[in-house]
């Protein structure tokens, strides 16, 4: 059975950082790319990021490029999203989603972790 589990959101001032993590099981991680999708209050999952197998290639959306980092360790079989410079507009539930998928097509995806941005 797939598993994704996430964690490391919370509670951050704009300007802070926040790393949030995936565990992945169930399937063989490291043949997978891996993506990011948020969801904010009110609005669609929203494409974030996305890792190739073996970490050759990255994608970001123009939203968090330059300030966001995807990587991922396959020998603990985890994603990471490392995120600096935050800003409100990043408030939002992330889920991390098996394979290359955009927005609401990321069906396999964990139950997600709380990013809030607010002073």
């Known amino acids: 059975e797939v598993q994704l589990v996430e964690s490391g959101g919370g509670l951050v001032q704009p300007g802070g950082s926040l790393r949030i993590y995936c565990a992945a099981s169930?399937?063989?991680?490291?043949?997978?790319?891996m993506t990011w999708v948020r969801q904010a209050p009110g609005k669609g999952l929203e494409w974030v990021s996305q890792?190739?197998?073996?970490?050759?290639?990255?994608w970001y959306s123009d939203s968090v490029k330059g300030r966001f980092t995807i990587s991922r360790d396959d020998a603990k079989n985890t994603l990471y999203l490392q995120m600096n410079s935050l800003k409100t507009e990043d408030t939002a539930v992330y889920y991390c989603a098996r394979g290359y998928c955009t927005g609401a097509g990321c069906t396999t995806r964990g139950q997600g972790t709380q990013v809030t941005v607010s002073s």
């Open positions: 890792i190739s197998p073996g970490s050759y290639s990255t």
């Open positions: 169930g399937f063989t991680f490291a043949s997978n790319g």
